[in-house]
């Protein structure tokens, strides 16, 4: 099946820092790549659709100027959390469809943010 | 809302018992997809429903689409310890120009051997 990959898979920062995830599609072009945020014990929460060559659109409740997305190419999409707080900690997962919108949708594994 | 509802939220059961998660919507659904996420890990994509009264079945999991097409059901035949995890019900939604996948709160299995 299709490969989504994530970096980092874990990361520890400082409260006030930046931090970016990068989620690429390894063996397929994704126009549309999805951000979710998991908290402990929690289901998926969709914070974001990424689109490549447009803005990113975001779901109500989350803040565009915190968590920055840029679709560089139909490959890789970038989640930049700005002035991190630790109640950013959680689990971020993007995925991607590997053909139409709703298809099977392909996840990374995902990124442990810890915001110290 | 947009997301269904799923129940129970979490399942307890000793290996060999059989186990089923109900997903429930107030809207009729154009599909609904199922996903399995293992402690730690990512989603995986388990199965798609498209046609009213569907079933189908993988190994030991059998997967409902209701008449209405506003309920789905999984069910595992006499679990196994590698059966444990959370199993989401998800649906698409077309908003703001683009089809999003929205989870459902997930049914939490745990199996003890």
């Known amino acids: 099946g299709a490969v989504v990959s994530q970096h980092p898979s874990w990361v520890i920062c400082k409260s006030g820092t930046s931090v970016k995830i990068e989620c690429r599609s390894l063996?397929?072009?994704?126009?549309?790549m999805f951000w979710y945020r998991q908290f402990p014990k929690q289901s998926l929460m969709l914070m974001a659709t990424?689109?490549?060559?447009?803005?990113?659109?975001?779901e109500q409740g989350v803040e565009k100027d915190k968590f920055l997305i840029n679709h560089a190419s139909l490959t890789l999409s970038t989640l930049t959390v700005t002035s991190a707080h630790p109640e950013d900690s959680s689990f971020y997962i993007c995925?991607?469809?590997?053909?139409?919108?709703?298809?099977?949708?392909?996840f990374g594994p995902g990124t442990r943010l810890t915001v110290l | 809302g947009q997301q269904v509802m799923q129940i129970p939220q979490y399942q307890h059961v000793q290996e060999g018992e059989d186990f089923t998660t109900y997903c429930n919507s107030s809207?009729?659904?154009?599909?609904i997809q199922w996903y399995k996420q293992r402690p730690g890990g990512h989603p995986v994509f388990l199965i798609q429903?498209?046609?009213?009264?569907e079933v189908k079945k993988q190994k030991r999991l059998t997967f409902q689409f209701g008449e209405a097409k506003k309920n789905s059901s999984l069910h595992i035949t006499a679990t196994q310890t590698t059966d444990v995890g959370t199993y989401f019900c998800?649906?698409?939604?077309?908003?703001?120009?683009?089809?999003?996948?929205?989870f459902g709160a997930g049914t939490r299995l745990a199996v003890h051997p």
């Open positions: 063996d397929f072009q994704a126009t549309t």
């Open positions: 995925s991607a469809p590997s053909g139409a919108s709703t298809d099977t949708q392909y």
């Open positions: 990424s689109n490549e060559g447009s803005k990113a659109t975001y």
């Open positions: 429903l498209v046609k009213s009264g």
């Open positions: 998800c649906r698409w939604v077309f908003s703001g120009g683009y089809n999003k996948l929205i």
């Open positions: 809207t009729t659904l154009s599909n």
